[in-house]
């Protein structure tokens, strides 16, 4: 039986074709996948190699090794939920559904049919390397924007697009408070140069990090010091 209000639901009622996810770190993002039946499921993971001092031996059941997870993999449905709740992924849900539901969980756009889906997700693993699907991106190609995409021939990800949106109004509300503070303690002329700096860089999130390393150099050129341990880099 699903959970409509959560889309939990039974691995039992898994049906190929599907598209499902599953939480990460206490619900901060989810990882998605295509479900082709048999226990095995296509998704798409990082393509740079993982950490070499944090091995683990493959899987036992489908010999996923995660010391190595580049591109498009196939997996058991145990190493896809890595042990969590299993999920199905809403499509054609009606716009009052959509605006009530976290990000990451439905669209309203309509499926094709179940055996496109797999098709598409196959064709993307049986390339060489798992590379097909381009270089992961955290906000442009990710492993939601993957399943959808074999879904509805649309590459989408809406916890993607729900973080740059969070990104911004963030760095708005931290934008009008350093303003306000500019003009007050450095003058209009101040306060407008630096306005139109951070507006230029609002409109892409790529320039956000130049912008953060202007303004250290703005700071640095003010107060007569030198910019050291910039954390433009760990951003």
């Known amino acids: ?12 009622s898994l049906k190929p074709g599907d598209h499902i996810y599953a939480y990460r770190l206490l619900h901060t ?32 059941k489908c010999e996923l090794d995660r010391n190595h997870l580049r591109g498009v993999v196939k997996s058991c449905v145990d190493c896809f939920l890595h042990g969590h709740n ?12 959509y605006l ?20 598409r997700a196959s064709d993307y693993f049986n390339k060489k390397d798992g590379h097909g699907f381009g270089d992961y991106d955290l906000f442009e190609n990710n492993c939601e924007a993957f399943a959808v995409f074999c879904k509805t021939e649309k590459a ?5 697009w729900a973080a740059v949106l ?12 350093l303003l306000h503070d500019v003009k ?21 999130i790529s320039s956000l990090r130049e912008l953060i ?3 250290q150099k703005d700071q640095a050129a003010d107060s007569g010091e030198e910019v050291m341990g910039s954390p433009v880099h760990e951003i």
């Open 1 to 12: 039986m699903e959970d409509i209000v959560n889309n939990k639901i039974y691995r039992e």
């Open 29 to 60: 993002y989810s990882h998605h996948g295509i479900y082709i039946g048999g226990d095995r499921v296509i998704h798409y993971n990082r393509t740079r190699e993982a950490n070499k001092w944090n091995r683990a031996k493959p899987c036992s």
């Open 86 to 97: 299993l999920r199905r992924f809403q499509y054609g849900v009606n716009v009052v559904r």
């Open 100 to 119: 009530a539901s976290w990000h990451g969980t439905c669209t309203t756009g309509r499926p094709d049919p179940p055996e496109v889906a797999i098709r």
């Open 156 to 160: 989408v990800s809406s916890q993607a």
């Open 166 to 177: 969070l990104l911004k109004a963030g760095v708005k509300i931290g934008r009008d408070r």
């Open 184 to 204: 007050v303690h450095h003058g209009q002329e101040k306060h407008d140069k630096l306005k139109q700096m951070i507006d230029s860089a609002l409109t892409d």
């Open 213 to 215: 390393a202007n303004l």
